[in-house]
């Protein structure tokens, strides 16, 4: 789960990590009078969306006045903001952040992850903060270590710090803020946190200028203070009523709406689908307990996308059981028509009984043997 930079703040703020002075507006208005009382003669309106990049799609303005605050609220609020992490489509800023200037001396990169290979956390650093970060990882990979850590009690952070350019009185400064920022992402049972610029400031600190922080969905049921932070309007509603029906649901940028049972079964359908010339429009795995309430769901999700042109279903039924999908099928179909073609493969469990389901309504759908063949089907009809 996603929270919006000024939510990250807070809490790291809770662990006693030092961040700029910020106030949250939905207005321009309120976004001046935010200004004034920050106080200073130096803000930055910040659009909060649940995506980075923001800075290069111009969601972070510097302003010297009152009235540069207030152009760049009304220019913010209510606008598109289009990145690489938004896709084509874009986000709509509802909120707006003021926030203190402050004179910076150096920008770093820091995140913190869980590392799944090394089964510890990993923090990844570089002396290139910024904007650029992404171009710094494509075209000078050297300049971003990663360091695992196992212990941050015993872990030696020095060498972090001497990575970053950091010395003398710094790296103590630096130690502190890397253990106070270990505990909360703990304690908050994150999956990763980013903060980036990292910024060193003229007088001597350094403070986390930016911070995207993702919580562990399976730990949600112990952070209820996290999900109190939950932003349901910066979230996909397709995703979110799929997963009012326990769909593992993901939109993508594609035209072929897949339906399968498992996540590996999922990705390699989405992968043959990407090898036979095309794109997916979707990641759904309808899960080993899924019922015909659920499967029904599926279908109406993809049947009323007007980017799907195909729906491929490939089941290999286990605990699955093939008549269950089949009579999802049928039940979709009462309130979302079948307008578009239908490439299933149904093998395993009552993979028979399914399959004269579908041929006893008189649906007109692809029948694929194998994936490959269905993939296949898939990618000319929508060609």
């Known amino acids: 789960m996603n929270i919006h930079e000024y939510q990250a703040k807070e809490i ?3 662990f006693a990590v030092s961040v700029p002075h910020g106030l949250l507006a939905q207005s321009s208005d309120e976004a001046v009078q935010s200004a004034k009382a920050l106080g200073g003669s130096l803000w930055v309106v910040k659009a909060q969306i649940h995506a980075g990049g923001r800075g290069k ?3 972070v303005r510097v ?4 009235a540069d605050v207030k152009s760049a609220a009304d220019a913010l609020l209510g606008s598109v ?5 938004t896709g084509p489509e874009g986000k709509k800023v509802h909120k707006i952040y003021i926030e203190e200037g402050l004179d910076i001396a150096q920008e770093f990169y820091l995140a913190l992850l869980v590392d799944r290979e090394l089964e510890c956390l990993s923090f990844m650093a570089s002396p290139s903060g910024g904007m650029d970060i992404e171009d710094v990882a494509a075209h000078q990979p050297e300049k971003i270590a990663t360091f695992p850590i196992q212990d941050i009690q015993t872990a030696n952070l020095s060498d972090m710090a001497a990575f970053l350019g950091l010395h003398d009185e710094l790296v103590g400064k630096f130690e502190s803020l890397v253990k106070k920022i270990y505990q909360m992402f703990v304690a908050q049972d994150a999956a ?4 980036n610029p990292l910024v060193l400031t003229c007088s001597g600190d350094l403070v986390p200028l930016d911070a995207k922080l993702i919580a562990d969905d399976n730990a949600l049921y112990r952070q209820e203070a996290m999900v109190a932070m939950r932003d349901l309007a910066e979230e996909d509603s397709r995703e979110l009523e799929a997963a009012q029906f326990g769909l593992n649901y993901i939109q993508l940028d594609g035209t072929i709406g897949c339906i399968v049972n498992g996540a590996g079964l999922a990705m390699a359908t989405m992968d043959m689908i990407h090898m036979k010339g095309s794109k997916p429009a979707n990641f759904l795995d309808v899960g080993g307990g899924v019922t015909v309430p659920a499967v029904t769901e599926a279908f109406k999700l993809l049947f009323s996308d007007q980017h799907v042109k195909a729906v491929l279903v490939n089941i290999f039924g286990g605990i699955v059981r093939c008549d269950i999908i089949a009579q999802g099928l049928l039940e979709a179909i009462k309130t979302h028509p079948m307008n578009i073609p239908v490439i299933m493969r149904l093998v395993g469990t009552n993979e028979e009984a399914g399959q004269n389901l579908v041929k006893d309504a008189g649906l007109k759908v692809y029948w694929a043997k194998d994936l490959d063949e269905a993939a296949s089907i898939a990618v000319k009809v929508t060609s």
């Not at 990763?192 to 903060?195: G, H, K, R, S, V």
């Open 12 to 14: 790291l703020k809770s």
């Open 57 to 59: 799609a111009g969601g």
């Open 63 to 66: 302003c010297q006045s009152l």
């Open 81 to 85: 903001l289009v990145s690489k992490q």
């Open 192 to 195: 990763m946190l980013e903060i």
